[in-house]
């Protein structure tokens, strides 16, 4: 199994945390939801390739953790089936390493490991486990301090600003993006206009980033005790979408010991784990039900058709889609789907695909893109 699935020789980026937005201007490369990065390896064994070997086994059983993390649901992971050689030699499709450092005895790496998708959906179908694999659109977090009578949004000191800025989750389905604090955007959203949910101040920020859903959280510190606190309060906007935000309500009380970061660190994550499992809960695909329509899709040129049919390659619940027709003014395409119809509009819609209608009249096309403010 270990010579099947060598190192790669070749560095891949491994991204860490929530996504600086200065990367927003840089075309964004295609998430892979069945590939897992990083996974940090340290063994120490007898000898270096012993080491090497141990650490192969421990990182794809990570990968295969964080694996589950971001496809399951919490309350659904006691039911996977136990984790052997045999398990992830089927699972495992290979893996590249970075940052490969050795000694005689010790070998140290980040991995990317790469999972065969069907063998993964597959796994979990037989284990009775519902699953999601569509990525959310990016989501840009806008993290609101009450201190007393006072909103921190931009100004500093902002602690709960920084307990953001210092998060390294482990990518999940919903890319969470750090908003660079810039005069522009300082002019598009205050904190005042966060907290009420202000739509028009909700899209400008949003255009400022890709049309990307807003993440109001707002902390409070909670120190007149011996013992502090932290309450917060988060909240999910899609702009210009009416009645679809969503919100989660958390508190937690600081350990013996625990400084205030500490303490908004775990809050920090608790906050993007309320996030992820709601968005898992609202895609759980139904492989058992699946469909075929077929689309209109209004064309101007050759160059738009690309574009759409660019765009439905990267969508999981899109099985496979074929070009039926095409001319001057529209394409019509077919398109095979998993889930219900409601989830593939929802999947589409994270890649700024429309899909209007119904049988036997549907409609698929790119969303307008937004003019960023001034």
């Given at each position: 199994?270990?010579?099947?699935?060598?190192?790669?020789?070749?560095?891949?980026l491994?991204?860490?945390?929530?996504?600086?937005?200065?990367?927003?201007?840089?075309?964004?490369?295609?998430?892979?939801?069945y590939?897992?990065?990083p996974?940090?390896?340290?063994?120490?064994?007898?000898?270096?390739?012993a080491?090497?070997d141990?650490?192969?086994?421990?990182?794809?059983?990570?990968?295969?953790?964080?694996?589950?993390?971001?496809?399951?649901?919490?309350?659904d992971?006691?039911?996977?089936?136990?984790?052997?050689?045999?398990?992830?030699?089927?699972?495992?499709?290979?893996f590249?390493?970075?940052?490969?450092?050795?000694?005689?005895?010790?070998?140290?790496?980040?991995?990317?490991?790469?999972?065969?998708?069907?063998?993964?959906?597959?796994?979990?179908r037989?284990?009775?486990?519902?699953?999601?694999?569509?990525?959310?659109?990016?989501?840009?977090?806008?993290?609101?301090?009450?201190?007393?009578?006072q909103l921190t949004l931009?100004?500093?000191?902002?602690?709960?600003?920084?307990?953001?800025?210092?998060a390294?989750?482990?990518?999940?389905l919903?890319?969470?993006m750090?908003p660079?604090?810039?005069?522009?955007?300082?002019?598009?959203?205050?904190?005042?206009?966060?907290?009420?949910?202000?739509?028009?101040?909700?899209?400008?920020i949003?255009?400022?980033?890709?049309?990307?859903?807003?993440?109001?959280?707002?902390?409070?510190l909670?120190?007149?005790?011996?013992?502090?606190?932290?309450?917060?309060?988060?909240?999910r906007?899609?702009?210009?979408?009416?009645?679809?935000?969503?919100?989660?309500?958390?508190?937690?009380?600081?350990?013996?010991g625990?400084?205030?970061?500490?303490?908004?660190g775990?809050?920090?994550?608790?906050?993007?784990?309320?996030?992820?499992e709601?968005?898992?809960?609202?895609?759980?695909?139904?492989?058992?039900e699946?469909?075929?329509?077929?689309?209109?899709?209004?064309t101007?040129?050759?160059?738009?058709?690309?574009?759409?049919?660019?765009?439905?390659?990267?969508?999981?619940?899109?099985?496979?889609?074929?070009?039926?027709t095409?001319?001057?003014?529209?394409?019509?395409?077919?398109?095979?789907?998993?889930?219900?119809?409601?989830?593939?509009?929802?999947a589409?819609?994270?890649?700024?695909?429309?899909?209007?209608?119904a049988?036997?009249?549907?409609?698929?096309?790119?969303?307008?893109?937004?003019?960023?403010?001034?």
């Amino acid at each position: 199994m270990l010579l099947r699935r060598r190192l790669a020789a070749a560095l891949v980026l491994l991204c860490l945390g929530l996504v600086d937005a200065a990367a927003a201007e840089v075309p964004a490369r295609r998430f892979d939801v069945y590939a897992v990065s990083p996974v940090p390896v340290d063994v120490t064994a007898a000898n270096a390739a012993a080491a090497r070997d141990q650490a192969i086994v421990e990182g794809e059983n990570r990968a295969f953790d964080l694996l589950m993390q971001r496809m399951t649901l919490a309350a659904d992971r006691r039911r996977l089936p136990p984790v052997d050689a045999a398990l992830l030699n089927d699972l495992v499709q290979g893996f590249e390493v970075a940052h490969e450092r050795r000694s005689d005895v010790r070998y140290l790496a980040d991995f990317t490991v790469h999972f065969r998708p069907e063998a993964v959906r597959q796994m979990l179908r037989q284990a009775g486990i519902a699953f999601a694999e569509t990525p959310s659109k990016p989501v840009v977090v806008l993290p609101v301090l009450h201190n007393g009578d006072q909103l921190t949004l931009w100004d500093d000191p902002s602690p709960w600003r920084d307990a953001w800025a210092n998060a390294r989750p482990v990518p999940g389905l919903v890319p969470l993006m750090r908003p660079l604090g810039e005069l522009e955007d300082v002019q598009a959203i205050d904190a005042e206009a966060a907290v009420r949910g202000d739509d028009e101040r909700l899209k400008a920020i949003s255009q400022r980033y890709g049309d990307a859903d807003v993440l109001v959280t707002q902390a409070r510190l909670q120190t007149g005790g011996e013992q502090h606190a932290i309450d917060v309060t988060s909240t999910r906007y899609p702009p210009g979408v009416t009645g679809a935000e969503q919100s989660w309500v958390g508190s937690a009380a600081a350990n013996p010991g625990e400084s205030d970061a500490d303490l908004m660190g775990r809050a920090v994550a608790d906050v993007i784990a309320q996030v992820e499992e709601a968005w898992k809960a609202a895609n759980m695909l139904d492989t058992r039900e699946s469909g075929t329509l077929t689309a209109r899709v209004p064309t101007g040129t050759l160059r738009d058709w690309l574009a759409v049919r660019d765009r439905l390659s990267g969508i999981p619940a899109v099985r496979s889609s074929r070009l039926v027709t095409l001319d001057r003014e529209e394409a019509r395409v077919e398109i095979r789907y998993v889930g219900d119809p409601d989830q593939l509009r929802l999947a589409l819609a994270q890649r700024d695909l429309e899909l209007s209608g119904a049988d036997p009249d549907w409609v698929l096309q790119r969303r307008a893109a937004s003019t960023s403010p001034r």
